[in-house]
């Protein structure tokens, strides 16, 4: 069964920084690009970062580019975003999913299909 749970959501001043933890089971590392997605109340998903599994690649929305760091640590079977520069429009829940692609980079929400429980990060201004 393959499942993602992410960690690390919580409360912060604009400007403060967070890291996020998205734990999976049930797949190896060279089988599933891993995204990072955010939906704030009222307002549809968005795609913020992925990361392939074959070479590591990156890619980032325009929106946290700069501010935001996604890596994996593949023998502990997680990947991580590093939030840096945190404004409060960043304020959402975020999830990370998987999509069993390993060359994937994509931040369409459309091509993942095993998605976590999401984790909430609040920025006060």
């Known amino acids: 069964e393959v499942r993602l749970v992410e960690s690390g959501g919580g409360l912060v001043q604009a400007g403060g920084s967070l890291r996020l933890s998205c734990v999976y089971s049930?797949?190896?590392?060279?089988?599933?690009?891993i995204g990072w997605f955010r939906q704030a109340p009222g307002k549809e998903r968005e795609g913020i970062s992925c990361?392939?599994?074959?070479?590591?690649?990156?890619s980032y929305a325009e929106s946290v580019k700069g501010r935001f760091t996604i890596s994996r640590d593949n023998a502990k079977n997680t990947v991580y975003l590093q939030l840096n520069s945190l404004k409060p429009e960043d304020t959402a829940v975020y999830f990370c999913?998987?999509?069993?692609?390993?060359?994937?980079?994509?931040?369409?929400?459309?091509?993942?299909?095993?998605w976590g429980q999401g984790t909430q990060v609040t920025v006060s201004s």
């Open positions: 999913a998987g999509a069993s692609h390993p060359e994937l980079l994509s931040l369409n929400a459309v091509d993942f299909h095993s």
């Open positions: 990361i392939s599994a074959s070479d590591g690649w990156t």
């Open positions: 049930g797949f190896t590392f060279d089988e599933y690009a």
